[in-house]
């Protein structure tokens, strides 16, 4: 239970097809619109305008119900938290000036609980689940987000059943595991995966699935809250976001049009920058071809180190692309070994390490950077959306050096001059 200090009010109303705009009841169990399509949470803006400000929720507890206005949870009493939420929005001064971007900022996701940014989806989604009155949960995951709906669904008391591919990472799988959900691996992608979970459903469990009921993006769209109060309520120039099925990218984007329409923000919204890899790329080129919506990618080619962006089709393919052109923002996809030596440059500079999905961010600026695309000048904000520790053994670093017990440092150890290390051929000045 979240601690009521008498002003909780959430201003939902219902839930309107992103496709279609048929409305659906907000109060009872929903999945995807009659075609097919992801339903969105609507609020009355008017209420919101009329009871809350800026400066009343800059007084409220640093976690993501500090938006509870425009969170769709209606009593306290049902809110499962882990005290998720308000990550930091760190300078990336070094690595940003070395590739031409010294106004280069990473929002980083893995300081949260579970360790990426799904604990956000989890948090709201498993909240609304169980005022709702579900007791049984399933998803298909990448490995990230079934850890984070099995941790919040055992905070919860509710049952979770997760399958995921057999490739993703071990951690995620042992997450799940430790928090009591029903774990099942299989050969093959997420789409396989949610062709499993479909089972469970049809057995009478709630499909949990990326957009696949309505309250993950809520979850994910409290980012865009948070960089608007973290921005002075103000937005970046530009906004690059690794993009699998893109809740985040579509959460952040509906998190700024709420905030336009109550005047809280004002002036042009940031250009969004959708990153996939080389190995993965619908969105992209979907984009590229100038589509409305994303072929699938053949499945026996989806492979990356990014594990979390290896999604062969997206539900939200629309939405995506609908935020990339309106923003006039642009997607891009990077080579897997670009991603792994930023990765490991931005760590060298910075002292941020971020996850293979974030580092893909990286790969991306700079080669936008190099391109053209950006000019320099820009206030560029990342997002890190998870902890490189769930990826330890994709790290390409030296191994150290062995000592013996009672060796010396060696004299170049200790030398004032510069040295120099390697990344996968490249040297980077340390």
């Given amino acids: 239970m979240y601690p009521d200090d008498g002003g909780w009010t959430s201003a939902l109303t219902h839930l309107e097809c992103g496709r279609c705009a048929e409305r659906y009841d907000a109060d009872a169990p929903q999945n995807v619109c009659h075609c097919g399509s992801p339903l969105l949470v609507r609020y009355d803006l008017d209420q919101v305008r009329a009871s809350?400000?800026?400066?009343?929720?800059?007084?409220?507890?640093?976690?993501?119900?500090?938006?509870?206005?425009?969170?769709?949870?209606?009593?306290?009493?049902?809110?499962?938290?882990?005290?998720?939420?308000?990550?930091?929005?760190?300078?990336?001064t070094r690595y940003g000036r070395r590739i031409g971007v010294p106004g280069l900022l990473a929002k980083d996701e893995g300081m949260l609980p579970t360790g990426s940014f799904k604990a956000r989806g989890a948090a709201v989604g498993v909240s609304r689940a169980h005022e709702l009155g579900v007791r049984q949960l399933t998803l298909p995951t990448n490995g990230n987000a079934g850890a984070a709906w099995a941790t919040y669904a055992s905070r919860a008391g509710m049952e979770c059943l997760v399958v995921m591919p057999e490739d993703a990472p071990q951690v995620t799988r042992k997450e799940s595991l430790a928090a009591g959900a029903r774990v099942y691996t299989v050969d093959g992608l997420i789409g396989d995966a949610g062709r499993i979970a479909g089972q469970a459903v049809r057995d009478g469990w709630f499909s949990a699935a990326t957009l696949r009921e309505p309250y993950r993006i809520e979850g994910k769209k409290t980012m865009g809250l948070e960089i608007a109060e973290q921005f002075g309520w103000r937005v970046p120039d530009v906004v690059v976001y690794p993009t699998g099925g893109g809740v985040g990218l579509i959460g952040i984007r509906k998190a700024l049009d709420e905030l336009t329409a109550l005047g809280w923000i004002t002036g042009r919204l940031p250009r969004f920058v959708a990153v996939q890899s080389t190995g993965c790329a619908p969105i992209v080129r979907a984009f590229e071809s100038g589509a409305e919506t994303a072929e699938p990618w053949p499945a026996d080619e989806a492979r990356t180190v990014a594990f979390g962006i290896n999604v062969a089709a997206a539900l939200g393919d629309f939405l995506i692309l609908s935020a990339l052109r309106d923003?006039?923002?642009?997607?891009?996809?990077?080579?897997?070994?670009?991603?792994?030596?930023?990765?490991?440059?931005?760590?060298?500079?910075?002292?941020?390490?971020?996850?293979?999905?974030?580092?893909?961010?990286?790969?991306?600026?700079?080669?936008?950077?190099?391109?053209?695309w950006l000019a320099g000048d820009e206030e560029v904000l990342v997002l890190n959306t998870g902890s490189a520790l769930k990826y330890a053994d994709?790290?390409?670093?030296?191994?150290?050096?062995?000592?013996?017990?009672?060796?010396?440092?060696?004299?170049?150890?200790?030398?004032?001059?510069?040295?120099?290390?390697?990344?996968?051929g490249r040297r980077t000045p340390r």
């Fill in 52 to 92: 809350v400000r800026p400066e009343d929720i800059a007084s409220r507890g640093a976690d993501l119900w500090r938006y509870r206005e425009l969170l769709p949870v209606r009593d306290p009493a049902n809110v499962i938290t882990l005290g998720e939420g308000w990550t930091p929005i760190l300078p990336l």
């Fill in 327 to 372: 923003s006039k923002g642009t997607a891009i996809a990077v080579d897997d070994q670009d991603i792994l030596e930023e990765q490991v440059a931005c760590a060298a500079d910075d002292g941020v390490l971020m996850c293979p999905e974030g580092a893909a961010t990286l790969a991306a600026v700079r080669r936008l950077r190099t391109d053209g």
């Fill in 394 to 424: 994709a790290l390409q670093v030296d191994r150290p050096t062995r000592l013996g017990r009672d060796a010396d440092l060696p004299p170049e150890a200790t030398s004032t001059a510069e040295t120099t290390g390697t990344v996968r």
